[in-house]
């Protein structure tokens, strides 16, 4: 098991900045892909950004340039900084993880943390 506990969520002004953290502890060996999902109300969950445990990385359209996902593979850590925030970046941000584990793939999520873009 993988316990994924985010942190760093909060109300910040529009054109303000974040920086999430997402620390993962537990049975961590084969961690590969680690990233952030986003879920604003009525709408469905959503990729934001992912990252490899190569350090490769993608971006959902709406945050390329603004946002930048990192990882420390020593701390077991992943970090969404976030820049330029909108109003629409306003949601619950989920840390995921997958892992393989003797061939088996599996699957973790954190408990989500707010973020809120408001004047």
């Known amino acids: 098991q993988v316990q994924l506990v985010e942190s760093g969520g909060g109300l910040v002004q529009p054109g303000g900045s974040l920086r999430l953290s997402c620390a993962a502890s537990?049975?961590?060996?084969?961690?590969?892909?680690m990233g952030w999902y986003r879920q604003a109300p009525g709408k469905e969950r959503e990729l934001v950004a992912a990252?490899?445990?190569?350090?490769?990385?993608n971006y959902a359209d709406s945050v390329k340039g603004r946002f930048t996902i990192s990882r420390d593979n020593a701390k077991n850590t992943v970090y969404l900084q976030m820049n330029s925030l909108k109003p629409e970046d306003t949601a619950v941000y989920f840390c995921?993880?997958?892992?393989?584990?003797?061939?088996?793939?599996?699957?973790?999520w954190g408990q989500g943390t707010q973020v809120t873009v408001s004047s």
């Open positions: 995921n993880a997958d892992q393989i584990v003797v061939g088996v793939k599996y699957n973790y």
């Open positions: 537990g049975s961590i060996f084969g961690i590969n892909a």
């Open positions: 990252i490899t445990s190569g350090g490769s990385t």
